[in-house]
């Protein structure tokens, strides 16, 4: 199985989760977010992200051939976004917008920092095995 994914669709599924935790917040329809929460856990379950295996039809060089992303590391970024967006959604439905719109600002805003630029989930990521690293040491 391929342990990397190309980054144009990295980038493509950001840009879907951005585009549409923006449409939500503006529009007021707050269970729009329910279709990147939907596919986020499509993807974590099945290791086949919809919005991922869309894209992959529109590529026009082979897979391999684009800069790669790891599928740990995207599994990971999707772990964030899925559970943010679960517990925004929860805040909406269950009278708790405040809440709502917490989640689903921090979700829009890491998927646009790092079309920008900056991976969130890959620095909280790469925390995450330093520290790991550092307690194993201590420990061993």
């Given amino acids: 199985m391929n342990k990397t994914v190309p980054i144009p669709l990295v980038t493509l599924n950001q840009w ?8 939500s917040l503006s ?11 939907i596919t986020g856990i499509i993807g974590l379950l099945f ?9 992959s039809q529109f590529l026009r060089k082979h897979k391999s051939s684009y800069p790669q992303e790891e599928i740990a590391q995207l599994q990971f970024n999707q772990t964030i976004a899925v559970t943010c967006l679960g517990i925004s959604l929860i805040g909406f439905n ?4 405040t809440l709502g719109f917490i989640f689903a600002i ?3 805003l890491a ?11 890959c620095f909280i990521r790469f925390q995450w ?4 690293f ?3 040491q201590n420990n061993g």
């Fill in 94 to 97: 269950f009278g708790i917008p």
């Fill in 27 to 37: 529009t007021g329809l707050y269970n729009l977010l329910l279709l990147p929460f």
């Fill in 106 to 108: 921090m979700v829009g």
């Fill in 47 to 55: 290791k086949k992200n919809p919005i991922i295996l869309i894209g």
């Fill in 111 to 121: 998927a646009l920092v790092a079309n920008l630029g900056f991976c969130v989930g």
């Fill in 16 to 23: 879907f989760i951005f585009i549409i935790v923006l449409l």
């Fill in 129 to 132: 095995q330093q520290y790991q």
């Fill in 134 to 136: 550092k307690r194993q």
